[in-house]
């Protein structure tokens, strides 16, 4: 008895060392939260990119020009932003991981995401809701930060470390007579297609994406203000399953939470150009972007 404790007690302690010991610690940009990752930003780029090509392969891209052309401007000027802010602050090394591409595409959900690496996909379902650039930058802005933040990849690290722990335990189990049924961390992380990293976020990942999100559409030049028109134009059309927002927390949480942000997010603003609405004769008009990412 006394050595099945000590066996037991030694599990635990490799254990809680491998645990300890595996992966690096970084900074979320923004919000400043440590975060331990422990897959690397080429794996989790080079698997993104597969999922993404695979996703393109079968997509209808829009035939509305102007939407388009709302859709790959709007997202050009964030993602202008947001790699002058890491340059600005020190993580230059983290813009070589981007290589933007943006697509909108025949889909009613009222949908968009961001594949790590700087993929992103607007489903026409969301136009309607956003209905012009201002609120689109901050639909993209949430997406855009997801992927900066790399919650895929904390998602892919933390799904590790409990499959880890479970193996250890796993052993420990055995040692008792009992049995364990361990998935395959790609099985269960990677083998789902895109979903997996488009979906599941946890809402403490949701709630970081609004707040960074809505500080990136400050830094290209848009209204932080027009958020709270927008998530309440959201509420009113309801957060339905087809909605990349239904896993979010509430609508009346998150428009507290965006009206407490909005401060900040006016430090990095300066208007930089008119928006356009997204209907099909919509004209178009910009002005040269100005802004300062630097963080304040």
């Not at 859709?71 to 802010?85: I, N, P």
């Not at 997406?143 to 919650?151: G, L, N, S, T, Y």
């Not at 290209?220 to 909605?243: E, I, K, T, V």
């Amino acid at each position: 008895m006394k050595k099945m404790k000590s066996l037991k007690w030694m599990m635990l302690v490799v254990l809680t060392a491998i645990l300890a010991s595996c992966g690096t610690t970084s900074q979320v940009p923004v919000t400043g939260r440590k975060q331990r990752l422990v897959v690397s930003d080429e794996e989790v780029m080079s698997l993104s990119n597969q999922e993404y090509q695979n996703y393109m392969k079968s997509a209808k891209i829009s035939t509305n020009a102007t939407n388009t052309a709302m859709v790959k401007r709007c997202g050009q000027r964030l993602a202008s932003a947001v790699e002058t802010y890491l340059r600005n602050n020190g993580l230059a090394n983290e813009v070589t991981n981007y290589k933007w591409e943006f697509n909108l595409v025949q889909n009613n959900q009222v949908n968009a995401f961001c594949m790590p690496g700087g993929k992103i996909v607007v489903y026409e379902g969301i136009l309607p809701v956003t209905q012009d650039e201002a609120s689109l930058a901050i639909v993209l802005g949430h997406e855009i930060a997801h992927a900066v933040a790399k919650h895929s990849a904390e998602r892919i690290s933390n799904e590790y470390k409990q499959q880890t722990a479970m193996t250890v335990l796993g052993g420990v189990a055995s040692m008792a007579g009992m049995g364990t049924n361990t998935a395959s961390i790609v099985s269960s992380v990677l083998g789902v297609g895109t979903q997996a990293w488009t979906s599941g976020f946890s809402r403490s990942q949701e709630s970081e994406a609004d707040h960074i999100g809505l500080i990136f559409a400050a830094m290209a030049g848009y209204d932080p203000q027009g958020a709270l028109a927008f998530w309440q134009r959201m509420a009113a059309a309801g957060n339905s399953s087809n909605s990349i927002f239904s896993d979010h927390p509430s609508d009346e949480k998150r428009i507290k939470q965006i009206q407490g942000w909005i401060p900040e997010a006016m430090k990095y603003y300066k208007p930089a150009s008119t928006t356009t609405t997204t209907t099909s004769n919509a004209a178009t008009s910009t002005k040269t972007l100005k802004y300062s990412t630097k963080k304040k």
